[in-house]
């Protein structure tokens, strides 16, 4: 049965990522048979290692959890079988590689209800929050990093308009490095690059997940269009300088 749960799920991926145009319908059943295939594997704990990215991380309500610790709690789940089962509610292309779905968690022990994203070429889960936590006055679920990186993005794309160097440099330390795939950039090479991108050049941002991690400093993931010929996705780590938030490093999630 479950082999035939794989057979099913890796055709449906394999017609999904070939296809020229990918509707919304075909997104929502895409990350329906992820899920379906998600809970086999959990329930058979049979190689739960392998739904997870190296790096994946899952924001709770009380903090972060690594890979090694979604793998020990979902090993060590009660009940044989143990009962778990998922409930999809949206799901959407944040790019090209990623979708980001919402979903209730039923277990044994309460419901939860979360964000997950997974990679479509891997087939592995990249990032993951709880969605429940406590709300604010108009309902939002409050995400500081996430509202810090994604307001830094604006301010940045919205000087990356003026190509000016001056204005653009505020946004790196002065000992910013990125670690490309062919090789490490210095702050002064980085400003250039952006600088010298065509006028028609209008680069897309978007935040696949955020963390603080301690002295004033947050670790994200993003994708970005528009910044070369292809899609990037990249981890940069933001730090407060003169009570400004400014790129302190970068680097390649993954090179081809």
């Not at 919205?158 to 000992?175: K, M, P, Q, W, Y």
Request: aromatic residues 12%; neutral net charge; charged residues 20%.
């Amino acid at each position: 049965m479950r082999y035939l749960q794989l057979l099913v799920f890796s055709t449906l991926l394999f017609g999904a990522l070939h296809a020229d145009y990918i509707d919304v319908s075909t997104v929502f059943i895409e990350a329906h048979h992820f899920m379906e295939y998600l809970t086999a594997v959990i329930v058979s704990k049979s190689d739960i290692d392998s739904l997870f990215q190296d790096d994946f991380h899952f924001k709770g309500c009380s903090g972060n959890v690594d890979k090694s610790k979604v793998v020990e709690l979902l090993t060590n789940l009660k009940g044989d079988p143990p009962f778990v089962r998922f409930g999809l509610k949206k799901a959407e292309l944040i790019s090209p590689k990623l979708i980001q779905f919402h979903a209730d968690i039923f277990g044994n022990i309460n419901t939860q209800d979360v964000q997950l994203v997974i990679n479509r070429e891997t087939h592995q889960l990249v990032t993951g929050k709880s969605s429940n936590c406590t709300r604010n006055l108009i309902g939002e679920v409050v995400q500081p990093s996430d509202y810090i990186v994604n307001k830094f993005l604006e301010n940045l794309g919205a000087t990356l308009s003026t190509r000016n160097v001056a204005h653009l440099a505020i946004f790196f330390e002065d000992g910013f490095l990125f670690q490309g795939c062919k090789g490490i950039y210095g702050k002064n090479q980085v400003v250039e690059f952006l600088a010298k991108m065509p006028k028609e050049a209008k680069p897309i941002f978007n935040v696949v997940w955020s963390r603080s991690i301690g002295n004033n400093t947050i670790e994200y993931q993003v994708t970005s269009r528009g910044v070369g010929p292809k899609e990037i996705t990249a981890i940069f780590y933001l730090r407060v300088v003169n009570n400004v938030w400014v790129l302190n490093s970068g680097r390649m999630a993954q090179c081809y």
